[in-house]
């Protein structure tokens, strides 16, 4: 209910302010600049902010929980969740959505791992273009075949923090170094937003409970 009431008084004041300038012969190109801006600004606070800014875990459920018309979002909220009937549901969609076959393979690779067939992240990591998250999955492959040297190394690539601590806690955890592990998790952690802050949350709530103590 804040969100909406803080929405209409935005709208509202962007009316009166068009209004205002219409009223007083400002030129269009100036009217429609402002109109541009001001939907530029909402888009930010409604959209991008949450998904690839916001540090609070609650504000970024409660936006992934209204975007289930967004497949490509949405499954972030199913996966993190493990929902395993709607992951299969929303794979489906996000299948006949989604024609480039990067993308399609990005989607497919989280899907596998998610159901721990590394069969199928195999097959999906061959249609990736070169990326971090191509090296994160095949990273993530070294590992199941036990190669954690050559996964430690092939990782040092990667440019995004999240991502090389999140698999270091992965390999730490793994090898039974729990609080190496924990402090892997924390750097994970601080160093995501969005989405992909509440995905590590959310997981990490499961196997390192200890990670997320402090963390709203």
Known sequence: MRNSWGEFVFYLAVFVFVLYMTWNDYSLILTLGVVLIAALIMFMLRYYYPLSLETRIDRVESFLR???????????????????DEAKLIMEQIRSKYTQKATKATYSAAYGFYRKDMMAVREAVQNMGLSDY????????????????????????????????????????????????????????NSSRGVNRYVLYKEYERVLPEAVEHIL
């Not at 289930?68 to 929902?83: C, D, E, H, S």
């Not at 492959?141 to 996964?151: H, I, M, R, T, V």
């Not at 923090?161 to 698999?167: A, D, E, V």
């Open 134 to 189: 191509r090296t994160y999955y095949e990273t993530i492959l070294l590992l199941e075949d036990g190669k954690s040297d050559e996964a430690r190394e092939t990782l040092q690539s990667i440019k995004k923090q999240w991502m090389k601590s999140t698999l270091l806690a992965g390999i730490e955890h793994k090898a039974g170094n729990r609080e190496t592990a924990v402090q892997h998790a924390h750097e994970a952690l």
């Open 66 to 84: 209204k975007q289930q018309n967004t497949p490509g979002v949405y499954i972030y909220y199913v996966f993190a969740n493990r929902l395993d």
